[in-house]
Nanobody
Framework: EVQLVESGGGLVQAGGSLSLSCAAS????????IGWFQQLLGKEREGVSC????????YYAGSVKGRFTLSSDNAKNTVYLQMHSLKPEDTAVYYC???????????????????WGQGTQVTVSS
């Protein structure tokens, strides 16, 4: 059974940092795409950052490029999202997701992902 468990969300002031973790089990981690998606209140889920664990390529949405860093520890089957210089507009529920490739394009769109975690709330106060 595929399981994705996110942790690390919380409340932080603007300009601060948070680190999210996604612990994965039930599939061959090295063969999958793993992504972080955000869902703002009343909006559709959008890709934030994704990694193709087959070749190690990563994608970042323009809104987070230079502020967020995705890393993958294949030995621990865990993906991390380090978020710096957080802004109030980063406030959202963040989901970890996984899917087998290949995915066309940037590989970071929610409709491409088969498995989802429960989400973790990130709130950035101004």
């Amino acid at each position: 059974e595929v399981q994705l468990v996110e942790s690390g969300g919380g409340l932080v002031q603007a300009g601060g940092s948070l680190s999210l973790s996604c612990a994965a089990s039930g599939f061959t981690f090295d063969d999958y795409y793993i992504g972080w998606f955000q869902q703002l209140l009343g909006k559709e889920r959008e890709g934030v950052s994704c990694i193709n664990n087959i070749d190690g390529s990563t994608y970042y949405a323009g809104s987070v490029k230079g502020r967020f860093t995705l890393s993958s520890d294949n030995a621990k089957n865990t993906v991390y999202l380090q978020m710096h210089s957080l802004k109030p507009e980063d406030t959202a529920v963040y989901y970890c997701a996984a899917t087998q490739g290949p995915l066309p394009g940037n590989g970071c769109y929610p409709q491409g992902y088969a498995y989802w975690g429960q989400g973790t709330q990130v709130t950035v106060s101004s």
